[in-house]
């Protein structure tokens, strides 16, 4: 060949794969989204990233990355040729020769290790842009809607949205993107491997049958049929690699669960009982790692066979024509060469069967997530309408989930800077009735009237944020930039003002504070927040009556125009409310005045 032309050629060859390939990619993509069902959950999660209506930048990231593909395909082809030559050169004992190739693999190396730098750098900006989009999509479809509360609601719902979005998008990028360059890479470079083995090939007397080009047809043959095989054998782990995932993500969330509520199961000498529960998770992943073991024996077992008789096969089928001198030595190795990169791409879906397995898996993870995050957003909401710091409602009725009436028709309206006390047996819907009032309750009907903005919720446990204890009194607003002496007061009037020095110390609070101290931090989040309607759900259940008493009247002291909705048992509550709302079951309900 002449190597004063290659340059040109090798340019002419990537533009004219690069066409046609660009144009059976984009047909190969429509046909899938079209035709498959993995197809359709790739489109579901990724479809708007690649739209030239949100930007071109993807788009040309991914046509600049099959560039960079096809032109190593190309190197690979011109490094074979160098091959064929350099071994004609030994062969002819030509010195001047032989250094005229190593030169020439001097610049070819020199673009090999470039093209590959580059390519790496291409691939790995592309996939965390990438990475950074989808895990804001997925985040956007978590938070909006409140669906990552009201997902408890669905009947079936996708595990662990937590491992779906931090682990299973890394997954599906990677192996989006290698997967999908590998197929094409191999798809092509066996296109121009083939014409190479095409060339070098001869006729193969068989049983009295001469088979011309033997070569070509006896390595597709053999990788048909090797692929046949494999698909057969490792069809299992599809299933087993979801599985896997699903039960490490079981595991560790009950040891999450396990640290959370390590005090409560201390106190229940509940150690035991988690420990048999973690041993019968962790005992699914080890039963589960053997099938995988023993399924992967065999089948990398059968792929190993496969790939080491391919070693010697062209040798043994060329030999004859060596031998003859009706080839060179150069010809002999670009020919086992040949045959075996031709080889490797032609077993690419069987060597990547794992790969894919793993793929379809995380596939269906993500789509699993994405449909339960519609089906939570989708469930019915209560009709809530504004009308200034009014809080009514109007013919309202109250569900559970499976259809039982908690109550019916009620109708009232709370005076701005009144207090209601909700009583009632346990179970009778107090909670739900505020969580219905917090719009995250799905099975309800009527009206509800409050302000959009301005509210607050206290729960028995309250929620306190990483970082520092600063952090946790303002939540869920931000510490001002000039606090001065606001935080410390307040610390001060909830008789948390030990804990002063320690207002920018970050540690997990909810882990170093009492329960009673905890719902003390939480009156100081009403007294800084101002709400106009403040919403407490047994919050001082874990305060004396003396420092229950003493926050509800800093709480109408310091906040005379707060509305105040209690949710309690106790009757020492009755004192600071001016109304009280008894629940008294089978959708009953009573309004009274406690004074």
């Not at 962790?282 to 589960?288: A, L, M, P, R, V």
């Not at 420092?547 to 509800?552: I, Q, R």
């Amino acid at each position: 060949m002449n190597w004063n032309e290659e340059l040109s050629r090798s340019l002419l060859w990537v533009a004219k794969a690069y066409g046609i390939t660009c144009l059976l990619f984009v047909l190969a993509v429509w046909a899938l989204v079209r035709l498959t069902s993995w197809g359709r959950q790739f489109w579901q999660l990724s479809g708007s990233y690649f739209s030239l209506r949100r930007s071109a930048k993807p788009l040309l990231g991914l046509a600049l990355i099959l560039l960079l593909t096809l032109a190593g395909v190309r190197l690979d082809v011109v490094l074979s040729n160098w091959s064929n030559g350099l071994y004609n050169s030994l062969q002819q004992l030509n010195e001047s020769l032989f250094w005229s190739f190593v030169r020439i693999f001097c610049v070819l190396a020199s673009i090999h290790v470039l093209r590959s730098l580059f390519s790496f750098y291409v691939n790995q900006s592309f996939s965390i842009h990438w990475r950074a989009w989808l895990n804001e999509q997925l985040l956007q479809k978590l938070l909006q809607n409140d669906s990552f509360y009201r997902l408890q609601y669905l009947p079936q719902r996708s595990d662990n949205p937590d491992q779906r979005i931090q682990q299973d998008v890394s997954s599906f990028v990677g192996s989006s993107l290698g997967l999908s360059m590998g197929v094409v890479g191999s798809l092509v470079s066996t296109l121009a491997y083939t014409l190479i083995l095409w060339n070098l090939s001869g006729p193969l007397h068989l049983l009295g049958v001469d088979i011309p080009r033997a070569m070509v047809f006896a390595v597709f043959l053999y990788v048909l049929i090797a692929t046949v095989l494999a698909v057969k054998i490792g069809r299992p782990l599809v299933r087993l690699n979801f599985l896997n995932e699903q039960y490490n993500a079981n595991y560790r969330y009950l040891l999450v669960r396990l640290l959370e509520y390590a005090e409560s199961i201390a106190f229940y000498a509940g150690e035991k009982v988690e420990g048999m529960l973690l041993r019968s998770r962790f005992g699914q992943i080890i039963h589960n790692n053997w099938r995988i073991v023993f399924r992967s024996l065999k089948f990398q077992g059968f792929n190993l066979i496969v790939s080491q008789t391919a070693v010697v096969f062209p040798l043994i089928v060329q030999a004859h024509r060596f031998f003859s001198k009706q080839i060179t030595l150069g010809d002999l190795m670009q020919t086992s060469q040949a045959f075996g990169t031709l080889h490797d791409n032609l077993s690419f879906f069987r060597n990547a069967y794992d790969d894919f397995a793993g793929y379809r898996a995380v596939l269906n993870r993500l789509s699993g997530y994405c449909d339960s995050m519609q089906e939570a957003a989708a469930l019915p909401r209560p009709d809530i309408r504004s009308d200034g710091p009014r809080l009514a409602l109007e013919n309202f009725s109250l569900q559970a989930p499976d259809g039982r009436k908690l109550l019916e028709q009620v109708n009232l309206d709370i005076d701005s800077g009144s207090a209601l006390l909700i009583r009632g047996a346990s179970g009778c819907g107090k909670t739900t009735l505020l969580r219905s009032l917090a719009g995250l309750w799905p099975y309800s009907s009527g009206q509800i009237i409050r302000p959009q903005q301005g509210l607050m919720f206290l729960s028995q446990k309250p929620y306190l944020p990483g970082g520092t204890l600063r952090d946790a009194l303002y939540y869920p607003a931000s510490p001002p930039a000039a606090d001065a002496q606001d935080a410390a007061s307040v610390l001060q009037a909830v008789q948390l003002g030990h804990l002063q020095a320690r207002l920018d110390e970050e540690r997990d609070w909810s882990q170093t504070l009492s329960l009673g101290e905890q719902q003390r931090l939480a009156f100081g989040r009403l007294l800084l927040n101002k709400p106009a309607i403040a919403f407490l759900d047994e919050a001082s259940s874990a305060l004396d009556e003396g420092l229950e008493d003493a926050m509800y009247r800093l709480l109408r002291q310091q906040l005379p125009t707060t509305t105040v909705i209690s949710v309690g048992h106790r009757s020492s509550l009755l004192q600071h409310h001016g109304l009280q709302l008894e629940i008294l079951g089978n959708s009953r309900w009573q309004l009274s005045s406690t004074r």
